[in-house]
């Protein structure tokens, strides 16, 4: 079946709004395990307005499953990620002013600069996974890149205001998902994926792990971590490989 990745950014921005020392996405990510996560996702971010590098560094010590770190391509993340050892990195893009990742990174372009950074990650061990938009152009640009994996940006799926503008965003998605096996890349979802719009992807094959943070952890909250990790994944249990 495939995977369910639980991004415990969320955590990070609750113990950052008081500068605490709790809730610790540490805690969080140990959890989510018990719940049935198979991988663990933490975005760094340039600011540092949630995770932190203490921890990246922590999590990569106590993660029992899979520890994947989203990230901005920069020379500092690169830095970071060769010296924690991540078991995924994927690349997305980054404004300082977002709330929230906005959209796919754009790879066509830029495939030149961005196959040299992957292959200095894929040197050492790492594969690369990019979060991109359902797009042909960026799919062929991310095979030409060299990246094992993309994460199909869901977003414009999960935000669609009405019934045709999201049967629209779906068909986009359902179309890029054997475009991109085709090319040899492993397939993820994410981003806005919760407890309702995932079975969408019920009767789709080929998907590798779905990401999902934000859903999970306002359940959790409400419910506690364990038992909305083991939610979704009895959910995603059904969904074919």
């Known amino acids: 079946m495939p995977l369910l990745a639980v991004n415990v950014d969320h955590v990070a921005t609750i113990r950052q709004a ?87 990174l754009g790879v066509a372009g830029r495939e030149k600069e961005l196959a040299g950074y992957v292959a200095s990650l894929a040197d050492a061990g790492i594969p690369t996974s990019l979060f991109i938009d359902p797009d042909p152009r960026q799919i062929e640009a991310a095979v030409a890149v060299g990246a094992a994996y993309v994460e199909l940006h869901t977003g414009a799926f999960a935000d669609a205001a009405t019934p045709s503008a999201r049967k629209t965003e779906l068909d986009r998605l359902l179309a890029a998902i054997p475009l991109a096996r085709q090319a040899g890349l492993g397939v993820n979802l994410g981003h806005g994926l919760d407890y ?13 792990e779905y990401s999902i943070g934000h859903s999970i952890i306002a359940r959790a909250v409400l419910t506690g971590l364990v038992e909305a990790v083991s939610a979704m994944t009895a959910i995603i249990s059904r969904f074919p490989d």
């Not at 049935?36 to 999590?59: C, F, M, P, T, Y």
């Open 18 to 104: 008081r500068l605490a020392k709790s809730p610790d996405p540490v805690t969080a990510a140990a959890l989510a395990e018990l719940g049935g996560a198979r991988a663990i996702i933490v975005h760094l971010r340039e600011d540092r307005r949630h995770i932190g590098d203490r921890d990246v560094h922590v999590l990569r010590e106590t993660v029992k499953t899979r520890l994947h770190l989203e990230m901005a391509a920069t020379d500092e993340m690169r830095d970071i990620a060769l010296k924690r050892r991540p078991d995924m990195v994927c690349l997305v893009p980054e404004k300082r002013q977002e709330l929230t990742t906005e959209g796919g």
């Open 196 to 208: 309702d719009n995932i079975y969408a992807f019920k009767d789709t094959c080929g998907i590798s």
